[in-house]
């Protein structure tokens, strides 16, 4: 059975860089066809694309955010891991890492995990 | 982006009853291959969302016949026949058409 595991900080300060990292455990990040990547969701807002990495090793980004995101992955341990840099208060909302099977169809979501940016 | 609009936000049902949820998207989700890429889910409180249905009408593995899926182009109904307690929640569109995949805003689904 997938799973899917998100962890890092849940408290970074404005300015500064949000990291997470994902662990999947029950199938592997280079399995053919999936795409593997991170979903927000702000407090009382809609849910937010923000990027993937295919099993080949390409990226995808969510434009409004490419000029600070970075996913990265490795896959020795099978994990992929999202920086998202010069965080803001607008920043603050519970991070899910998911699989994409392909057009923003997500079948398996990690259970999230709030970051909160602030002093 | 495509903005996806979902009506009503929120539904209160009584349990055996049936409910709708309406999604529109601000452009046709058709794509090229014949195939209509949008998506519900369901997030339980407490709980990551979970995939309902895909493609407008296919239930995701395990989903119960109680949810269905209808529309077409830019007009797209969840039906929930039926309604227990468990189906209480958030309910979400998203669609998978264009680059970024864009989620409605959720109707939050009480029962009775």
């Known amino acids: 059975q997938l799973q899917l595991q998100e962890s890092g900080p849940g408290l970074v300060k404005p300015s500064e860089t949000l990291s997470l990292t994902c662990t999947v455990s029950g199938g592997s990040i280079t399995s053919p066809g999936s795409f593997w990547g991170w979903v927000r969701q702000p407090p009382g807002k809609r849910l937010e694309w923000i990027g993937s990495?295919?099993?080949?090793?390409?990226?995808h980004y969510n434009p409004s955010l490419t000029s600070r995101i970075t996913i990265s992955r490795d896959t020795s341990n099978n994990e992929y891991s999202l920086r998202l840099t010069s965080v803001t208060a607008a920043d603050t909302a519970v991070y899910y890492c998911?699989?994409?099977?392909?057009?923003?169809?997500?079948?398996?979501w990690g259970q999230g995990t709030l970051v909160t940016v602030s002093s | 982006d495509i903005l996806m609009t979902q009506t009503p936000l929120s539904l209160s049902v009584t349990p055996g009853q049936s409910a709708s949820i309406s999604c529109k998207s601000s452009?046709?989700?058709?794509?090229?291959?014949?195939?209509?890429?949008l998506y519900w889910y369901l997030q339980k409180p407490g709980q990551s969302p979970q995939l309902l249905i895909y493609?407008?009408?296919s239930r995701f593995s395990g989903v119960p016949d109680r949810f269905s899926g209808s529309g077409s182009g830019t007009d797209f109904t969840l039906k929930i026949s039926r309604v227990e307690a468990e189906d209480v929640g958030f309910y979400y569109c998203?669609?998978?058409?264009?680059?970024?995949?864009?989620f409605g805003q959720g109707t939050k689904v009480e029962v009775k």
């Open positions: 452009e046709s989700l058709l794509h090229s291959n014949g195939r209509t890429y």
């Open positions: 990495v295919h099993y080949s090793g390409d990226l």
């Open positions: 493609e407008v009408t």
């Open positions: 998203m669609q998978g058409l264009r680059m970024p995949g864009t």
């Open positions: 998911a699989r994409d099977k392909g057009q923003w169809l997500v079948d398996s």
